[in-house]
């Protein structure tokens, strides 16, 4: 399975761009009132993207044996994975006022971001590591 690293990071790197996107689309459209934004075709193809992305991610783990809990690394993108996902559903369906799902869909953005500066820092600390 190691000679297709390349391919499943490429798989796991889109899809991440994917779902982000995705994600961005239907908290604008909340936002906006938009009645369709959590239409079941969308809702379906935001758990397909993850799916495939989870997929890619558990591959890459057992390629190059780096694992969450014993690589501080990956232990804090799991951490802010499930920050976002939280922060999510809370911007997309259970925020009850405007206020609060605003909140929790600039708090999710933020969470990404953080998952981004980790997964290129290979540093727990993403943007705020010491510089090496």
Known sequence: MAHY????????VSAISASFAL?????ILHLLGWPHASHWSIRFLSYTIDTV???????????????PLVHAWLTAKV??????????SFALKRATTQR??????????????????????HHWLGWFAPYQ
């Open 53 to 67: 992305l989870l997929t890619a991610a558990l591959m890459l783990i057992t390629i190059l044996h780096q694992y």
């Open 79 to 88: 951490v802010l994975l499930l920050a976002y996902i939280v922060l999510g």
């Open 100 to 121: 609060w799902r605003v909140l929790a869909f600039t708090g999710a953005c933020l969470c990404f971001g953080m998952i981004y500066s980790v997964a290129r820092a």
């Open 23 to 27: 994600f961005v689309l239907r908290g």
């Open 5 to 12: 690293y390349l391919w499943i990071k490429f798989v796991h």
